[in-house]
């Protein structure tokens, strides 16, 4: 079987602009490459290609290797015939040679097996090539000799790291990053984030200092510092464009995305780091303000009509049609959030993040499943109460479980146990039970393994402290009177003045602190491993300004909007630009279906 790789980086060096658009050509370039020799001249045939990942494969599902390729795939250059994307049934085709871009994941690899078998069985040659994004895993290798093809089908990899959603947003498009490391442990998409960290080196220099918290965030970095050293030579000499890093990780319980909550659109650049209160406003004064623009035609001369067709009625069409677009998309919240059952929701939401009237919250949630609302929004709301509240009740645990698996199916028990298991939905244990078994375990053990135990005890009773920590770092605000949304003052304003994002909060402690020094007792109460380093030989541009306003904020297991709405707040308060890297955007909604076990 013949093997390949293509490209560690996805971009060059240098060019200008946002710092969004240096990362896509690279990676372009890199995947013509793999496909070079699959479709190298016309007595070969035309190429089909293949990609995705199957239909019912939760991970990847949103990821770039299964709902979209780039808009500049070099069809004709590399005489593609057609694009098909996998499904749950084979991609029927006369073509001699197929191509294959995929996931590195085992049904990904067992839907091109079942298609090169059929061609063998049926007595059909044709050439076979899969291309890995962004790495093969040995996995692949084991499953492709399982099948019988391994010396059928030679393979490439298409290191594609980093996609721009926007002018300071970038993905790694790892939707499955979440459940794999977090609840499974698999930790195979470490080397890949610590890849494309050292890709953000390349390509702005190397960072004076690095933060982070969490277990999978320093992970990441002693994995990326090794990378880095074999890669010296790949920013030897660069000034440093970005200043600061901070590595986050969902490891740590909090509120922040179980709370409700495109750059070239002029208007949703205007809005999209809005609270939604102040937008239908703007919405309206941009609409009388283009009616004036339109009404101007009225007295024209000809030639004046001339010059207003030829330079504005264009850009006033596009911008009407936007207008219209984004209108529309308010009428259509609007409908929902003026629902009672919505502001309802909200009152419950508001009620657990401040921890008072906790019976009645439990009483709307448990009304909430018996009516069979919705199973996300419930899933959420029992996510939210166990978080607030270090875990239920054993009791109310029980109780609430059985209401919901009865509402919604007994397949959800895997659902429950793998809340339970990362620590999202969790029942109390008593505090005494689990003291006295530990002490009398400890009198018959040495000392070293007793230590070993204590720790034991401490995670099966693991809790998120999120009362201490909201109350230590002031997370939910205190405001005499109304909280002003459309003048906010501080990053609360993204969940309406109730919460400000935890992995937002410590960004900001930390760049007022310029170290941990006085986040110990949160740190602590978040499970620590904190960590700050600085690159070497870049002391020198510790004071320089300009590197230091641009902060690359890296988030392991998912970003969402309302942290970056949050983030651009505060860089706009303090003079600062935060670019995000993120494994891929999320929500509640999203990490809660990585969680859910359902009928297949």
């Not at 050439?127 to 010396?151: A, D, H, N, R, W």
């Not at 659902?415 to 298991?421: A, G, S």
């Not at 809790?463 to 459309?486: H, Q, T």
Request: aromatic share 8%.
């Amino acid at each position: 079987m013949g093997g390949g790789r293509n490209g560690g980086v996805a971009g060059a060096p240098g060019g200008g602009g946002d710092e969004s658009e240096r990362c896509l050509p690279g990676a372009l370039q890199n995947l013509e490459l793999a496909l070079v020799g699959v479709a190298g001249g016309d007595d070969l045939g035309a190429l089909v290609i293949v990609w995705g990942t199957p239909c019912g494969s939760r991970a990847g599902h949103r990821s770039l290797g299964c709902h979209h390729l780039p808009p500049s795939l070099p069809e004709q250059q590399h005489e593609v015939d057609k694009l098909y994307r996998i499904e749950n049934k084979p991609a029927h085709s006369a073509s001699d040679q197929l191509c294959f871009l995929v996931r590195p994941r085992i049904r990904s690899v067992k839907y091109v097996a079942d298609i090169v078998n059929a061609d063998k069985a049926s007595g059909r040659t044709r050439k076979y090539k899969i291309i890995f994004s962004p790495q093969k895993f040995y996995t692949c290798e084991m499953v492709l000799e399982e099948e019988g093809i391994y010396g059928d089908v030679t393979w490439d990899e298409w290191s594609f790291y980093l996609l721009p959603l926007d002018d300071d947003i970038i993905s790694m498009e790892l939707p499955e990053f979440f459940r794999d490391y977090f609840l499974e442990g698999n930790q195979c998409w470490i080397s890949t984030v610590a890849q494309a960290l050292q890709l953000m080196s390349s390509l702005f220099g190397p960072f004076t200092r690095t933060y982070g918290i969490g277990r999978c965030a320093k992970m990441v970095h002693e994995v990326w510092r090794e990378v880095a050293e074999e890669s010296e030579g790949d920013s030897l000499g660069r000034k440093p464009e970005m200043g600061q890093v901070f590595l986050m990780d969902r490891g740590r319980g909090s509120g922040a995305h179980w709370a409700p909550g495109n750059a070239q659109d002029k208007v949703f650049n205007k809005i999209r780091n809005e609270h939604f209160s102040s937008v239908f406003g703007f919405l309206s004064q941009k609409a009388r303000n283009l009616q004036a623009q339109y009404d101007r035609r009225r007295g024209m001369d000809i030639k004046q009509m001339k010059t207003f067709v030829s330079q504005e009625l264009k850009g006033l069409k596009q911008e009407h049609r936007l207008l219209s677009l984004h209108i529309g998309a308010c009428e259509s919240i609007m409908k929902k959030k003026t629902k009672q059952d919505f502001q309802e929701l909200l009152k419950t939401e508001h009620a657990l993040l401040e921890g008072f009237a906790i019976r009645e919250s439990i009483g709307f949630i448990e009304e909430h499943i018996d009516r069979q609302v919705s199973p996300t929004d419930s899933l959420r709301l029992l996510c939210l109460l166990s978080i607030t509240e270090n875990g239920l009740s054993p009791k109310d645990y029980r109780s609430l479980r059985t209401q919901y698996l009865q509402s919604y199916g007994p397949e959800h028990l895997l659902t429950f146990h793998n809340l339970k298991r990362i620590g999202l939905l969790t029942e109390q244990v008593s505090g005494e039970t689990l003291t006295a078994v530990e002490s009398k375990v400890s009198k018959a053990v040495t000392d070293r393994a007793a230590g070993k135990l204590s720790d034991a005890f401490s995670s099966l009773a693991r809790k998120s402290n999120f009362r201490a920590v909201s109350k230590k770092l002031g997370l939910i605000p205190r405001v005499a009177g109304e909280y002003d949304l459309k003048v906010p003052q501080d990053m609360a304003y993204v969940f309406s003045g109730a919460y400000t994002p935890l992995s937002c909060k410590m960004v900001e402690q930390v760049l007022e602190r310029r170290s941990w020094q006085g986040l110990e007792e949160a740190v602590r109460l978040l499970s620590g491993n904190e960590f700050a380093a600085a690159a070497p030989g870049t002391a020198a541009e510790e004071n320089s300004w300009d590197s230091q306003r641009i902060i690359l904020a890296v988030f392991l297991g998912g970003c969402t909007f309302s942290e970056i709405s949050a983030l651009r707040f505060l860089g706009k308060e303090r003079g600062l630009r935060f670019v995000f890297l993120t494994t891929a955007i999320t929500s509640s909604a999203r990490l809660l279906e990585a969680m859910t076990e359902s009928r297949a």
